[in-house]
């Protein structure tokens, strides 16, 4: 057994011809540290020297209780051309059990397992430096003189290796191929997690990069939207004025012409169109302005939600669902519905705009109600983990499961000819606040049994930093 490193032309590693059998290490799957006091514990239990090195002589461990002898064998050059066959032949790959023989340098009895990570073969413990009964010390001093060694040093190193059984040494022996075995299994399941962790870090680094770039592509998105609707609000401004002026100048002329001396047949023509056709345009066009108008604010509403620094603060979401509820208690009383609040969770949040997304889902629940029965809005909430989940349940109208995804769109409206008025706007806002909080919404719903939506919020304040990043 040689501490050093040792060429080894005629040793063949069954690994050969695997694309990344050299890549692997035993270094790369275990704590060397742990490996090495294993080593010396059983060294030091089995009264055999040890030393673990890899496929190509290499240590990898530092040797332990290695005795004195081998060193005064390998000064000669015959003794450590010796130990070089003996450390090819043991150091070959053995997958089916333990190597065990006497080394062709005194017959000193050694032995060693193969430590493998599926089929490739990775590193050797090799164990050794034992002389049993069937070696005498007359045989071991004729050794000496035959390869040149300093008898008298060898003689005291003699004296200091191990003595035991053939037989001892041969259940040591399958004592190691056992935890080479363990060790095999273990380097492979260690290279299995490795490999799975960085393919996770690798996943983490392009989802942050992603993320990032989302970031930007969204801020890039809100500032074309803000300018847009900026620029759109000067014409509209515009169409409003004049469509004003032109609804005053026909009633003026309305009032000319009915005051006129006019041929009757032309009185026939011209009130119709005075009266009538000119006044019905207009209003066509008062009512597009207007809608252009609440477009262009719904668009800067949420070009500007990126814009808006959040104020996080713990909230008592009590306190501040039942003044979002005091604010439409009209509509409420109006619509002949029932609101009840059951004990809800704090959670972390702009007051301002979770107010605005529970406002939004209560004016929906009001606006889509399902005629034929009364509407009862029920608010819970409990505490998961890192979240508090609130969900608010009502007996509406209800919504397919195909368009749970629609009503998310900007201007998705799943009924835009319907009675009830809106631009698609509000769910699409009320999503991006919940986001911007780090939190997630979504809907549970199918036609007349109606619907619930939860919105997750998180418990705790996020720091300004992170709230930035993540913004």
Known sequence: MNPGHIARPDVQDRSEGTADSGSIRLEKVFDLEEIQKIQDSFALSTGVASIIADVSGNPITRPSNFCQ???????????????????????????EGPVMQRCLSGGLLEGGTSIRVGDRHIANWLIGQVRDESVDDETMMAYAGKIGADEEAYRVALQTVH???????????????????????????NLYQARLIAERKQAELEREHLVRELAGKNRDLENVIYAASHDLRSPLLNVQGFGRRLEQDCSQLAALLSEANLPEDIRQKTLPITQEQIPKALKFIRTGVEKMDTLIGGLLKISRLGQVKLKAEILNMDLLLRQALS??????????????????????????????????????????????????????????????????????????????????????????????????LGLNLVKRIVERHGGWIWVESSPGTGSSFFVALPCRTVSPGKEAREA
Not at 69 to 92: H, M, V, W
Not at 167 to 178: D, K, N, Q, S
């Open 163 to 189: 003595r035991m059984p053939a037989v001892r040494f041969a259940r040591i022996c399958e004592t190691l191929y056992l935890i080479g075995a363990q060790l095999s299994k273990l380097a492979s399941h």
């Open 69 to 95: 002898l081998c060193e005064q064998i390998r000064k000669t050059p015959k003794g450590l051309a010796n130990c070089i066959c003996s450390d090819a032949i043991i150091g070959r790959d053995h997958p």
């Open 327 to 424: 604010a439409i208690n009209y509509q409420v009383q109006e619509a002949g519905a029932s609101v009840e609040l059951g004990q809800l969770p704090s959670c972390a949040g702009d007051p301002m705009l979770i107010s605005q997304v529970f406002s939004n889902l209560f004016d929906n629940a009001l606006k889509y109600r399902d005629p034929s029965r009364p509407l009862r809005i029920r608010v819970t909430g409990r505490s998961e983990g890192d979240s508090s989940i609130y969900c608010i349940a009502d007996t509406g109208k209800g919504i397919a499961k195909e368009n749970h995804e629609k009503i998310w769109e900007l201007f998705g409206r799943l009924d835009p000819t319907g009675p009830v008025s809106g631009e698609g």
